[in-house]
């Protein structure tokens, strides 16, 4: 059973940044794609931002610019986030996808209020 713990979150002003981290307890090979979701109060479970093992990278409309994803290609995977605004609270999860497997973690809260 693949584990990913989750470390980084936390209460944050308007405009300040988080950097989210997920450490899997093992390394993944070939194709795989690792990710962070978050979801919100009373709201649907959305991806945030996801990259593959082959560098590629996606980002939901709502945190271009503000938040990039990155991994260290063996079994970490980052979150930096900018520029935070308060629609941004939410708990978020680390994701990891490798056919037919998909693994998540516990979740870190996100709080940013003044």
């Known amino acids: 059973q693949v584990q990913l713990v989750e470390s980084g979150g936390g209460l944050v002003q308007p405009g300040g940044s988080l950097r989210l981290s997920c450490a899997a307890s093992?390394?993944?090979?070939?194709?795989?794609?690792m990710g962070w979701y978050r979801q919100a109060p009373g709201k649907q479970r959305e991806l945030v931002a996801s990259?593959?093992?082959?560098?590629?990278t996606n980002y939901a409309d709502s945190v271009k610019g503000r938040f990039t994803i990155s991994s260290d290609n063996v079994n970490t995977v980052y979150l930096q986030m900018n520029s935070l605004k308060p629609e941004d609270t939410a708990v978020y999860y680390c994701?990891?996808?490798?056919?037919?497997?998909?693994?998540w973690g516990q979740g870190t809260q996100v709080t940013v209020s003044s």
């Open positions: 994701n990891v996808k490798k056919v037919p497997f998909e693994y």
């Open positions: 990259i593959t093992s082959g560098g590629s």
């Open positions: 093992r390394i993944f090979f070939s194709i795989y794609t």
